[in-house]
Nanobody, 128 residues
Framework: QVQLVESGGGSVQAGGSLRLSCAAS????????MGWFRQAPGKEREGVAT????????YYAESVKGRFSISQDSAKTTLFLQMNSLKPEDTAMYYC?????????????????????WGQGTQVIVSS
């Protein structure tokens, strides 16, 4: 069973930074595609950023481009989301997710329905 464990959430003032981490229990075809999603109260879960862990290709939501950066460590066991210039509208529960490599493409990268494995989430609160 694939396990994903997030950490790094917290409270920060607008303009600040946070770095989220997600420890993955395996690196296989079933988990080559990993991403970060977020869900604010009363809103649908949305894709924030996704990376193909084998080839390094990344995708970002327009709302976070230039501010957030997704990456992984050299051992490919930990996924990161560096969040800079945070805004109050970034406040949400952030989830790490993983799925098969073939879903890491433009028409699927932000579709929560195709991600098979999920972490428990970590809360991010940005105050104005």
């Amino acid at each position: 069973q694939v396990q994903l464990v997030e950490s790094g959430g917290g409270s920060v003032q607008a303009g600040g930074s946070l770095r989220l981490s997600c420890a993955a229990s395996e690196y296989t075809y079933s988990t080559y595609c990993m991403g970060w999603f977020r869900q604010a109260p009363g809103k649908e879960r949305e894709g924030v950023a996704t990376i193909n862990r084998r080839y390094g290709e990344t995708y970002y939501a327009e709302s976070v481009k230039g501010r957030f950066s997704i990456s992984q460590d050299s051992a490919k066991t930990t996924l990161f989301l560096q969040m800079n210039s945070l805004k109050p509208e970034d406040t949400a529960m952030y989830y790490c997710a993983a799925t098969q490599s073939n879903y890491c493409r433009r028409d699927f990268w932000g579709d929560a329905a195709v991600f098979a494995y999920w972490g428990q989430g970590t809360q991010v609160i940005v105050s104005s």
